[in-house]
């Protein structure tokens, strides 16, 4: 068994210690509550006791204050209902206790009303009306008498005997506790020993722990130096993206020279296509150094700049129409040159051919997707549009044949749509793949 599983033991051992401190608390929590229910059905034994001495004591008075014609019976016939009223409050819920107030009370009334006739009369003359009263009086008192008898023992049966027969329960738990413990003990012992273990392999551990955590500072340190390096590397990277940009745009100033010398529309038109070229990749260039995370240049801020250099290029004096809805945030180097290139040679074709004779238009373009899942793009304009469609399919021209390859460096097929205008849907292979699947 190796040291980790040997960890688990003091674990177990101390949960079971808990276990075994919250079990016996509750038992002596329901074991209290056990004892100060029987001694308070103890008490109310003494008080049922009391309430049978009070009514003897009325039988006494009784007879007292009709043979010598004392008035002592109120003062005993309060006492005896004060005490009724107590117990009755105070045990109401023990057992017996439901319905003795209300008999004793309706039996004390009629023990009054009985009393008080039998003064009265008090005379000879109705001897026999007195003795009959006097034994009425006497039935009542026993009945009284008998309610209180006959709640004793419901609380002997129903409530000591019960919780008598719960405490024994008890004393077996507690048994059964103490058996366990000494169980756990026999264990624990068992636990320390192996502990013992523990400690040596923890002390071997340690010294494994200070190993590695001088060979972590070292890391550390390494890695640092090697965060610093790459802080200069994206200086460097930047510097080279700049001086790229900057070198792309002296040959577009050598083209746009040489551009100059000749007089030819056709030849110049080629010369201007060149420089349009050249502006989109030198724009990635230029957006790739001013942004701080060179690895996600913003999709939105290259596109803005790319359509402003190709208006500028081509003196469009057409009132246009942007139709954009670009919902790709960012893309790498590699997406964005062919991308870039792809969009300037369809832009570039709708600025010079698309709407000749006509005073406005729109241009086209949404882009969705992602670099890791493909890219959809739809792009074009609503003007005249194509004469022929074999053009497309088989490229006569370096223009067509570029928006083709440029289409599969970003893994995906260009298509053309149909009309109104020019426009053409770029989909990425892996997008055709679900689609089929």
Not at 93 to 102: H, S
Not at 110 to 136: F, P
Not at 282 to 305: F, S
Request: proline share 2%.
């Amino acid at each position: 068994m190796n040291a980790s599983n040997w960890r688990v033991w003091p674990l177990i051992a101390g949960s079971l210690a808990l276990l075994f401190i919250a079990w016996d608390i509750a038992l002596m929590s329901r074991t209290r509550a056990v004892q100060d229910r029987i001694s308070r059905q103890v008490d109310l034994l003494e008080g049922l006791s009391g309430i049978k001495s009070d009514l003897n004591q009325l039988a006494l008075t009784h007879r007292v204050d009709v043979n010598t014609g004392q008035s002592n019976w109120g003062r005993s016939l309060e006492l005896a209902r004060q005490r009724v009223e107590v117990t009755s409050l105070r045990y109401a819920n023990e057992p017996g206790m439901a319905g003795l107030p209300d008999l004793l009370a309706i039996q004390l009334r009629a023990c009054d009303s009985l009393h008080k006739d039998m003064k009265e009369v008090g005379d000879t003359a109705r001897y026999s009306h007195q003795r009959m009263a006097e034994a009425v009086f006497q039935i009542m008192l026993q009945r009284a008498q008998k309610n209180v008898d006959r709640t004793a023992r419901s609380v002997h049966e129903q409530g000591l005997g019960e919780q008598t027969a719960t405490l024994s329960r008890r004393w077996d738990e507690a048994q059964m506790i103490l058996i366990l413990a000494c169980m756990f003990a026999v264990v624990f012992a068992l636990l320390v020993g192996m502990n013992r273990r523990l400690l040596v392999e923890a002390r071997a551990r340690s010294e494994q722990v200070q190993v590695a955590k001088r060979d972590l500072e070292a890391t550390n340190r390494e890695l640092r130096e090697t965060m610093l390096s790459k802080e200069e590397k994206e200086v460097m990277i930047k510097e080279i993206h700049h001086r790229v940009k900057n070198n792309l745009q002296i040959v577009k100033s050598l083209i746009r020279f040489q551009q100059d010398q000749v007089s030819d529309e056709r030849t110049r038109e080629l010369f201007n296509e060149c420089i349009t070229r050249v502006s989109a990749m030198a724009l990635v260039h230029e957006q790739t150094y001013l942004t701080k995370d060179m690895a996600n240049i913003p999709v939105d801020r290259y596109l803005d700049h790319l359509v402003r250099d190709l208006v500028h290029a081509y003196s469009v004096n057409v009132s246009l129409r942007m139709d954009i809805n670009i919902t790709v945030k960012t893309l790498s180097v590699d997406a964005l040159v062919p991308l870039g290139l792809l969009i300037n040679e369809v832009i570039s074709n709708s600025f010079k051919y698309a709407f000749k004779g006509r005073d406005s238009g729109t241009i086209t373009v949404h882009l969705h997707g992602d670099e890791t899942d493909g890219l959809h793009m739809l792009i074009g304009d609503d003007g005249v549009g194509l004469k022929s469609r074999d053009g497309f399919h088989r490229p006569n021209s370096l223009g067509m044949d570029l928006i083709h390859t440029l289409a599969g460096q970003l893994e995906g097929e260009m298509r053309l749509l149909d009309g109104p205008g020019t426009r053409y849907e770029l989909v990425s292979t892996r997008q055709m793949r679900r689609k089929v699947a």
